[in-house]
């Protein structure tokens, strides 16, 4: 049963920065994907960004350009990196781990971003 715990959330200022960091309890030795999602009050949980095994990357269009995913393997740690926010990233951001036949997600940091 693999954990992830998010961390890094918090207010931030249009414009701003924020990193989040997302830590597996195990290191994950195979997966579909893995990335964060967020979900803002009254919408549905959607994609930021995310990761295929293979080292495929996609990003909402929102957010390119704005933020960068990335993974430290040693650390069992994934990062997104959320330059130049705007009001509309305000959400709660998930990390998510699909590795085919179940799917992990963290427990979600709030991130605020005022104008």
């Known amino acids: 049963q693999v954990q992830l715990v998010e961390s890094g959330g918090g207010l931030g200022q249009a414009g701003g920065s924020l990193t989040l960091s997302c830590a597996a309890s195990?290191?994950?030795?195979?997966?579909?994907?893995m990335g964060w999602y967020r979900q803002a009050p009254g919408e549905e949980r959607e994609l930021v960004a995310r990761i295929t095994y293979g080292g495929i990357m996609n990003y909402a269009d929102s957010v390119k350009g704005r933020f960068t995913l990335s993974r430290d393997n040693a650390k069992n740690t994934m990062y997104l990196q959320m330059n130049s926010l705007k009001p509309e990233d305000t959400a709660v951001y998930y990390c998510n781990v699909d590795i085919g036949w179940k799917a992990y997600w963290g427990q979600g940091t709030q991130v605020t971003v005022s104008s």
């Open positions: 195990q290191r994950i030795l195979g997966f579909n994907y």
